[in-house]
């Protein structure tokens, strides 16, 4: 359950608006209530519940808005603000996955993906967010350099010993990421097999340098420490000369890509590439080869974060169908449209059921189109999809995009 305000009087004089872009407080009122996005919520295909549908959230906080600062406010006094509007509006915003394929259809242009983070920051300010167990992921952070509170020295213990080790200063750099360090451990397997098979020298920092990118703080609202806490690694992979940093995880390159230029307060130093991207400049220049066929149906899946948050979604398929002989289905609701697999948005770790509900949709469809394997590219999903997967269905395997690579390349990439 979120934390309840100890001072639920604060909301008559509590201010909605600031935190708010001029175009996210333009979107809040552009909203019409037009229903395009109603079909597209994946947490209501799995819950039925319509109570939580984007134009409701956003119409009870422009209520907020209104009744605290706008003309409603000037003119008659700050309302008061119930407790029941503010929990169901805290409960909306977190069973929500993030996902932004309600944006996706709407007419006025409104770009969710982004709006509910900031929305859910207003409720942290206000005390009811985030919800359990997200409220120790500040503190965790602050002591480990990482949301899952594992010891730092432990962020590379999966490196495969076949691979050799990185190097301490490089212009390319490879970014892990906490949830594929410490909870899909194949996929960091395969992104390194992938590098190490492309012949290029990059860097790592050292495990305990290596610290949390910042997007599941903001994703769930919790923005207050983030630029303290991404600034040193900006800085620290600048003093090791780093040109390309790439990473495989969708939301670590989603923040990377949009905030941490405003949290460092300008242009980064470096440029920031999926591993996608790299991995096929590496095929296109030979660096890259494939010696073993693939004679199997194979579906991917598009990434939330890197479809809708970045617009990556062509250099992966692009990279699967270098496999010799693979076949490469496509889900009807593929790229831009993707579905959410359920993990985003840290709703995973409060709302199970909905994800492991979403997970499964993912698994039907693919079974449906007689795939042999799901083939993501984002480690919350790889996690959460697998666990969806457990007595369930055993005639599919779930995979990472690289892990499934990185066993059809020439002397496994070594």
């Not at 549908?53 to 600062?69: E, V």
């Not at 617009?311 to 490469?328: H, M, N, Q, S, Y």
Request: hydrophobic letters at 35%; glycine letters at 8%; one cysteine or more.
């Amino acid at each position: 359950m979120p934390i309840k305000s100890n001072n639920p009087q604060v909301t008559e004089n509590f201010d909605f608006a600031s935190g708010l872009s001029k175009r996210q407080l333009i979107e809040i009122d552009a909203c019409t209530r037009c229903g395009a996005c109603l079909t597209e919520c994946p947490v209501q295909d799995a819950t039925g519940d319509t109570s939580i549908s984007p134009p409701d959230k956003i119409a009870l906080f422009k209520s907020l808005l209104s009744r605290t600062k706008g003309m409603q406010a000037k003119f008659m006094g700050p309302a008061h603000i119930s407790e029941d509007e503010l929990k169901h509006l805290s409960k909306s915003l977190w069973e929500c996955t993030t996902c932004g394929r309600c944006g996706e259809m709407c007419e006025a242009g409104i770009f969710s993906q982004r709006l509910w983070p900031f929305l859910r920051a207003k409720m942290v300010e206000l005390g009811y967010g985030p919800w359990e167990p997200q409220n120790m992921m500040e503190k965790v952070v602050i002591e480990t350099g990482n949301v899952y509170n594992q010891p730092a020295k432990a962020r590379y213990d999966w490196w495969p010993k076949e691979c050799p080790t990185y190097k301490e200063e490089a212009e390319v750099a490879y970014y892990t990421g906490c949830t594929t360090a410490y909870e899909s451990q194949p996929m960091a397997i395969g992104d390194v097999r992938m590098m190490t098979a492309s012949g290029i020298d990059y860097m790592m920092l050292p495990p305990e340098k290596e610290i949390c990118c910042g997007f599941p703080l903001f994703v769930s609202g919790q923005h207050k420490i983030i630029p303290d806490l991404v600034r040193p690694v900006i800085q620290d992979y600048a003093d090791r000369g780093v040109k390309t940093l790439i990473s495989s995880c969708p939301c670590c390159c989603s923040v990377m890509t949009r905030d941490w230029p405003r949290w460092w307060g300008g242009k980064l130093p470096f440029k920031i590439r999926h591993m996608s991207q790299f991995i096929l400049e590496s095929i296109k220049e030979g660096k890259i080869k494939f010696d073993k066929p693939l004679k199997e149906r194979i579906v991917y899946d598009d990434p939330c974060y890197l479809a809708r948050g970045v617009g990556i979604t062509e250099e992966p398929r692009d990279v699967l169908k270098a496999i010799p002989e693979v076949e490469l289905a496509e889900f009807e609701q593929n790229r831009m449209m993707a579905r959410c697999c359920g993990a985003g948005g840290a709703a995973k770790k409060v709302f199970h059921e909905n994800a492991i509900k979403m997970g499964r949709i993912a698994i039907d469809e693919a079974r449906e189109l007689g795939a042999k394997k799901l083939v993501l590219s984002c480690p919350a999903c790889y996690q959460k999809v697998n666990e969806s997967k457990e007595g369930y269905a055993d005639d599919i395997e779930v995979i990472d995009i690289m892990e499934l690579c990185s066993q059809h390349i020439k002397n496994d990439g070594v």
